[in-house]
């Protein structure tokens, strides 16, 4: 990476992610490996031929790999014979020892030699991994297989490059593990394999059982390492390890025996005993195991009890016995478990290099280093410190092997170069082990006194240290110090630094192990060489292992070290992840970074001068020649200056060059070289072709010469043959092949005629063959296709099918998760469908009421037109009869003969219904007719089907009678030939209109029945006119009928002209009603538009509040470091602490040379930036495990104590002891909302479940949002930020979104003069950081959530039982009851005034009273603060007002009386439950039923016509606006009683009242809306709720006897 274009941070990370995206995890950085864990097998990396083709070769030559490293130490000790060393460093989980594991692969692959037996000692040192490994590595937090200790391996190598011995060198194992753990962590893997791997016999001798009985192993849930081997296969490894090692069935038998008694020893438990301060055994259990460990160790089992149980104290009068409390035995047994196990790992360590073996007399060797990297937790004990110590040695070496020695060399050579600038520790390393005021040196001085303790060692290290720049001391602790390493800051807890320290062993362990019967026990405890003195004799264990490091640099430092830096891509352990922040922290801890920046700007690459030149002379031979050189140094300098090189520097004795310089020599030289071998090759070649081609070519010409005479002969003997031959040959042939012609075209013949007709015909049967075959595969491939295609085709249905019906479901169910919170938006679409349907409602009904009376209209009309016609077609024979009389006149001359008369029969009647016809008289013969014989006289009158016709002399005078009434109503007529109205298949816009319709056409029907009424009546009482007429002469009557015919005509045109007028206005009128349906259909589309677009904006307010969320939390995030930085750094430095603290910006240039102040200070604030980071990220890893557990006991059921929910004030006291209100950045709130939304939202069947459920939460949620606002401090300019956010709060709430985004907003905390209170309580009053008050804001949504979600499943629940009750009120109707059901209803009613009403109502309205009390009840179980309580009912009751009150304005049979009473006994049953829920639960619940309980009293209220509109609108309905009352007054009607309604001239002035309202409005609704926003703010909530003492708080059983958890106590 040094050749980059751009050597900066993110240049260096990106190379990194390049790289390690396509599997390429190594990479140089000068002479530096930089190996990244893939977390994933790459066997093509490190097989057999990889080690091959890295052989011989020089680094850099192939791709970097952990095996160049290896070959360039090799390499370099078998050239030079100097002793090499690979420094392996990293954090945890980076890869070490596997890396090491690679390292010693390769040196035994270089270095190894054949054996027969399989013992060689390459296998040995490499089969000496997994045995340390088993005993010495454990999975933690971040690595599967840590190493717990450190390890330097020595290979030792002879003259020749092979391997003679090896030694292993240890540091400081971790023996806290024995004893203890976390989860998910485990203990050593050799437990977990001997219980699982263990055959049974073994198990059994050993008396083991399964891993998860044994309390040094069940600390932790973890018993298996996922991704890895099972433990029964790595116990067979480990077996295979110790046989390669050397270790003899009896030394594994024994090993095996002593970790079994370590896991018995583990559940030997304690209780106190019968003296003060004394213990004993608890239970057999204790006394089996005891007995197993003393059988296993094979020690005297009272001797064993005895060491666990008693102290033996040894003063001037002599030795006293001490009995140990509980407490103290279990110290005194884990202290045991710990000593054995340490030794038996030292033990282990000695064995294998016993085993192994080391060869005094080697030529040099190579050592490979792993140990544990730099560790910071959020507790950080002696073994922190120890490693932080060793790993600040390490980098003082890689600085002054880096930095130092290089910086060094280039001012002892004097060349002209800049200083560089770079991190040394020194300081650090003073401050530790400088004696005599070290903190080792304090802390072995601490441990020589008796009473010493954790306090007094801290005092002492503020008195010492205080000056000291790398020590800090924290605020807010008395025994903790604070450490600036190379990495970062580390805090330690001095807590058990004092008992860490002394390594020693208790005389009672010794003496017992020590007389074990055992020889392998004794061996691991042998007596000491001081006696008696010397058990007790003070030894440091920081000393010691300061002295091991001591003793570990020296070795180091004679030798040439190589370094591989192993990176850990991202801390959750998984392939193919990258994280950038993870990578550039360890890249910038390692030194990394700072390598690449000297190696460029300094010379990586030296030669001394004889070296250069001898090397480099041919490039230039002419310089060597010349004799104004002096000496070797202008030599190489004139050299250097022809070659074209300026990246270089001269020294005294060496050449100096920049980075790839000496390649470009190297590559030159090469060049050269090639050209003059390419030289020498051609001319030699070019001898040796010619030389030989010369001799080959005098041959060739004398084995010609001879070779063609000999040819020539032989051919011309040849010719001369075969010319004779050719001639007898022609003779011969020419006879045979005529004779031969003949008989063959003979037989070509014949048989050509019979091939070609037995081919013609096979052809033919082919062809019908193919022809059918062809049609048959047609018709099956047609059948094949067609059933696959069905099959594909339904195959395919069935598919989308199932993949919609998935799809729908999910958008479903996102439908109603978006559902839950849409808020205002949601009561606003629900209005909107309120007046869609109101609207379609009207309509349907004006519909329906237009096509019943257009039924009974058109029964009529048709009626009228039958009579009409009837009416006119008597009129035709009344023309006919005139035109006769007519004809008969201008024949005759005078009257008809009485026989004519008599035989046309002429009648003028009524039709053949009859309604209107006269009796016919016998005495109007005489009148007409006087000379008629006594025959004719005596002649009957017509019967039959003329029995009801008139003679022409009576209806001749009514036609003038007809004339004149026809004309008199003109516009009836042609309603009788033209409808009304047709019947509309569409729709009506108002009642307005359909009223003026209906009452044209009433009238028009009326008018037209009264005119055909009157028409007829005057043809009827024409019989006295005719009698009186009958004197004049029959031409006068004739003239005057054809006058009064020509005015029934112009009568009749009249008439039809009239009609079509009007059909023309019916026309119009028909049209104007589809334009009201077209415009009834837009307002539907516009509906339905609105509803998308109301739709389409809760799904971006939702993206929105995703996105203020999470740019909430990257604010809070990016804010925290930014702040702390500008903090911490000077006031000059302020603009690069802020541009280093982003990690998406691109990193500073290094400061200009000449300003080191510059460069430090800026070095300074990177570092303590850094470390912060590094802190904070530790942290929040150390307390997820404590917010897991805090969670997991929030979401059980913590219940209440003394009404106060528990788990609200449990989740208070952990945020309190956490500190997350204070926090900058923390995402502890955010899992509290996540589990808390988690657990409301789980899916349950049962509805009370449910229900209990969102009432246990609303009450925690409520309790927990009143704890936060009392603690939250209020002040200075945030004080006046929320007086102003809760302004503009109230200000927003009155808007359509307000209420929507309200719930975002946190309100303002209450004022100081609170705190006094606040703190008697025992809350606390803290300073909160936006991360807390985002929180406050979510809580709030949260229980505005809940809330919502309890009033709404109560509504749904009980808006089926309204819709029944207002269906069950049509059977409740006392009008339809029949005579016998009123007569038995009222005598039961004089029996039980109430029986009436109550028997409808237990069926209907029972159900709505047992909704509501279940739920008080569940409200009341679950403590919720009443003032919930009684917003929540409110909200319900005005729900059940707002159906029943608009069902009482949409539905005409639901306004009458009876269904008055009906409603009126339900409320009665409403108004008792209130009563009984008292104003504390039920509040201002019976006032929100004033609209409903006002419109009942009105509709069952006696004599309506006689109160006026004052008395309607002041004192019976003061609530109800004038176009509900106008609705009610016209639609009510008394199926009871009969009366009417109020007075018309009330209603006409209800009438103008409601227009005038409505223009004033701009509405015409008269429905209710129901409210479905949330009726309280947080300022409510905290002023309504009582205040909540954390005082003398109950936790629960299992809450109380978990450990971690002793701060919710406190």
Known sequence: MTKLSYLHEPGVLHNLFLRYSIDEIYTYTGSILIAINPFCALPHLYDEHMMEQYKGTRLGELSPHVFAIAEAAYRAMVDYGASQSILVSGESGAGKTETTKLIMQYLAYMGGRASSDGRTIESQVLESNPLLEAFGNAKT??????????????????????ISGAAVRTYLLERSRVVQIADPERNYHAFYQLCCGASEEERARLKLGAAETYHYLNQSNCYEIPGKDSNAVEYQKTRRAMEVVGLTLDEQEAIFRVVAAILHLGNITFKAGTAADSSKLHGDKSKFHLEAVAELLRCEKKKLRESLLTRTLVTRDGNIKKDLDPAAAVVSRDTLAKTIYSRLFDWLVDKVNKSIGQDPACASIIGVLDIYGFETFQ??????????????????????HVFKAEQEEYEREEIDWSYIEFVDNQDVLELIEKKPMGIISLLDEQCMFPKSCAETFATKLYQSCAAHPRFEKPKLSQTDFTINHYAGQVTYQCDLFLDKNKDYVVAEHQDLLGNSKDAFVVSLFPPSAGGEKAKTKFTSLGSSFKQQLAELMASLGTTEPHYVRCVKPNSKNRPGAFENQNVIQQLRCGGVLEAIRISCAGYPTRRSFDEFLSRFTMLAPEILLDSSYEDNKSAAKAMLEKLGLTNFQVGKSKVFLRAGQMAMLDAMRTQKLNAAVRVIQRF????????????????????????????????????????????IQKVYRGCLARRQYARVQQAVLALQAGARGMFARSE???????????????????????????????????????????????????????????????????????QCEELTWRLQLEKRMRSDLEESKSVEMARVQQEMEQLRAELRDAHTQVDHLHAQLRAGGGAPTPGRATGEGTRIGRSASGTHTAPSSAAASPVLMPSRSGKDMASPPPTGKHAGIKPVDVALPMLPAA???????????????????????????????????EEGAGAAVGSAGSAADGTVGAWEGEGAVREGAAEGGAAAQVSAAVLENEKLKEALEASDSRAAAMEEAIVSKDERIRGLEDHVSTLKDECNRLREHIQGMEREFQVL????????????????????????????????????????????????????AAREAASKVAATQEAEMKRHHILAERQQADQDAVLQFVVSDLGFDNNRPVAACVLYRALLHWRSFDAEQTN???????????????????????????????????????????????????????????????????????????????????SLDDWSAVQADGLQAVDAKFPALLFKQQLTAFVEKVY?????????????????????????????????????????????????????????????????????????????????????????????????????????????FSNGEYVKAGLAELERWIFEATDEYAGSAWEELRFIRQAVGFLVIHQKPKKSLEDISSDLCPALSMQQLYRISTMYRDDKYGTHSVAPAVINAMRMRSSEESTLNGTNSFLLDDDSSVPFAVDDICKELPNLSLTGLHMPPHLRDSGPFHYLFS
């Open 764 to 834: 033919a049967r082919s062809r019908r063959r193919h022809l059918a075959a062809t049609r048959i595969q047609m018709r099956y491939r047609g059948h094949r296709e067609r059933r696959a295609y069905a099959k594909l085709r339904r195959s395919a249905v069935v598919l989308q099918c199932t993949w919609r019906g998935r799809a729908a479901r999910l958008h479903l169910k996102r439908l109603k998760h978006e559902a839950k919170q849409t808020g205002a938006l949601q009561a606003a679409k629900t209005r909107l469908e309120k």
């Open 684 to 727: 030699m070649r070019c001898w040796l072709q010619r030389r030989r081609f010369l001799a080959l070519r005098k041959a060739a010409v004398k084995a010609q010469a001879l070779w063609r005479g000999k040819a020539a002969r032989q051919e011309f003997e040849r010719r001369r043959r075969e010319t004779a031959a050719v001639r």
């Open 963 to 997: 004339a004149a009434a026809a004309p008199s109503s003109p516009a009836a007529l042609p309603a009788l030939t033209h409808p009304l109205a047709r019947p509309s298949s569409g729709r009506l816009s108002g009642s307005a209109l359909t009223e003026r319709v």
């Open 1228 to 1310: 502890v709130f955010d899992r509290i909302i996540q589990t808390m939304s988690a657990a409301v939202d789980a899916n349950d069947s049962a509805t009370s479940t449910n229900a209990d459920r969102l009432a246990f939460w609303l009450s925690n949620a409520s309790a927990l949002l009143h704890l936060l606002h009392r603690s939250f401090r209020s002040g200075g300019a945030s004080g006046s930020q929320m007086q102003a956010q809760r302004r503009r709060q109230q200000q927003a709430a009155t808007s359509l979104f307000g209420r929507m985004t309200q719930s975002f907003r946190g309100p303002v905390p209450p």
């Open 379 to 400: 507790f950080n004990s002696f073994e922190q410190f120890c490693i932080n110590l060793a790993n600040e040695k390490l980098q003082q070496h890689f600085n002054q």
């Open 1105 to 1156: 509040r995703r996105q203020s969320l999470s740019m909430a939390t990257a604010t809070a995030a990016t804010t925290a470091p930014l702040q702390h930085a500008a903090h911490r750094a000077p006031a000059g430095r302020l603009s690069s602490a802020l541009f280093g603290a982003s990690h998406t910006s691109v990193a500073p240039s290094p400061p200009p040379v000449g300003l080191p």
């Open 141 to 162: 937090v971040r690595n599967n297989n840590s190493s717990r200790f450190g390890k330097f391996v020595e290979i030792q190598f002879d003259r020749a490059g092979r």
């Open 1348 to 1456: 919502s979600s309890i009033r709404d499943s109560l509504k749904k629940d009980i808006s089926q039982m309204l819709v029944a009750c207002i269906q069950a009120s049509r059977s409740f109707r006392p009008g339809v009851m029949t005579r016998q059901q009123q007569r038995g209803q009222a005598a039961d009613a004089r029996t039980s005034p109430q029986s009436q009403a109550a028997a409808p109502v237990v069926a209907q309205w029972s159900g709505i009273i047992a909704q509501l009390t279940e739920l008080l009840n569940t409200l009341k179980a679950n403590h919720v603060p009443a003032f919930l309580v009684r917003k929540l009912f409110s909200q319900i009751f005005a729900y059940i007002n707002v159906q029943l009150f608009n069902s009482l304005l949409l539905r005409r049979e639901c306004c009458s």
